[in-house]
């Protein structure tokens, strides 16, 4: 009698651990893939922030050009201006 209570006791220490171990594997599958759905979320959204940083360095490429031409004609029409009141 004594001999099959412990080898009940010894499987029941058993079983708790496999049940442990069962949930730590179970825990770490779940962490895994929230690591991985995660990094495909950052990985989406560093291309659609790439795309925006490019649109918008085109954009100032392009306002930096227009700002030249203005200041250009600035100067035309003050060069206008001072030869026509030096003429008078």
């Given at each position: 009698?004594?001999g099959l209570?412990?080898?009940?006791?010894?499987?029941?220490?058993?079983?708790s651990?496999?049940?442990?171990?069962?949930?730590?594997?179970?825990?770490?599958?779940w962490?895994v893939s929230?690591?991985?759905?995660?990094?495909e979320?950052?990985s989406?959204?560093?291309?659609?922030?790439?795309?925006?940083?490019?649109?918008?360095?085109?954009?100032i490429?392009?306002q930096?050009v227009?700002?030249g031409?203005m200041?250009?004609?600035?100067?035309s029409?003050?060069e206008?201006?001072e030869?026509?009141?030096?003429n008078?």
């Amino acid at each position: 009698m004594r001999g099959l209570l412990s080898k009940m006791r010894d499987k029941s220490i058993s079983i708790s651990f496999l049940i442990g171990i069962l949930f730590q594997t179970g825990a770490l599958v779940w962490y895994v893939s929230s690591l991985a759905s995660s990094i495909e979320l950052n990985s989406r959204d560093l291309s659609r922030h790439e795309l925006r940083i490019n649109n918008l360095t085109s954009i100032i490429q392009s306002q930096a050009v227009t700002l030249g031409r203005m200041d250009e004609n600035i100067k035309s029409i003050r060069e206008m201006m001072e030869s026509s009141r030096d003429n008078k």
